[in-house]
């Protein structure tokens, strides 16, 4: 077992090396996509006997991981930028750490990237799911700041861990790996704010035109 994931780790990293865009978005689509996924099975598990069993939404998963392989390149590069902007060693070959530039990494994630992942996360879903403009703005009046306080009150340490320990190449993979959890609670919001709406304009446009 250690083999294998030692092969695994090997070929992410020359893949990422040699295509680290290609990489890091076939990587993050695949985790929100399987994030969804368990959303999905979730909600069937825990709904109430007088709740209707939902069946599966492939649409709705492929949504997801369009979204995971257009946003993540994005957190490539941002993370990137942090590394060079604010280095953790001052000195190559010295082991101390400055606590400084990993809580500045950490508030500028918090601070910048977050609230723009959220809000391309509500435009995305909103545009590809055939919303209107007037219930892409309801989305957001409904759920953005409820989702970006809750992000604010578990993404600080991860970020911590993923910024002090995990090395640039695996930073994407982290955050998307623990963001498993992080996608189930959007998906759960997302899809509670699609029952609220009921369809979108768009398929009831093509539905009346059939």
């Known amino acids: 077992m250690a083999t294998v994931t030692l092969s695994i780790a090997r070929a992410y990293q020359y893949s990422f090396q040699t295509h680290p865009n290609v990489t890091l978005a076939l990587t993050g689509g695949t985790l929100n996509a399987f994030g969804d996924s368990v959303a999905q099975v979730a909600q069937n598990i825990t709904k109430k006997d ?15 991981f369009c979204f995971g392989l257009t946003i993540s390149p994005v957190m490539g590069r941002w993370n990137a930028f942090l590394e060079t902007r604010f280095p953790l060693k001052l000195f190559r070959h010295s082991r101390k750490i400055s606590l ?20 391309y ?16 703005a309801e989305k957001f ?6 989702a970006l306080i809750t992000n604010w009150k578990v993404w600080p340490l991860a970020q911590l861990v993923n910024f002090r320990y995990m090395p640039l190449v695996y930073r994407v993979p982290f955050s998307q790996g ?10 759960v919001l997302n899809s509670r704010e699609d029952d609220k709406q009921g369809e979108p304009a768009l398929k009831r446009k093509i539905v009346r035109s059939s």
């Open 50 to 64: 007088d709740e209707p069993y939902r069946p599966y939404d492939y649409a709705r998963t492929a949504r997801f």
């Open 178 to 187: 623990c963001g498993v959890l992080w996608t189930l609670y959007l998906s």
């Open 141 to 146: 009046r409904d759920l953005y700041a409820t």
């Open 100 to 119: 400084g530039a990993l809580g500045k990494r950490v508030a500028l994630d918090q601070l910048i990237m977050a609230p723009f992942g959220l809000c």
């Open 121 to 136: 996360f509500l435009g995305f879903m909103g545009v590809t799911e055939g919303r209107s403009p007037a219930q892409v």
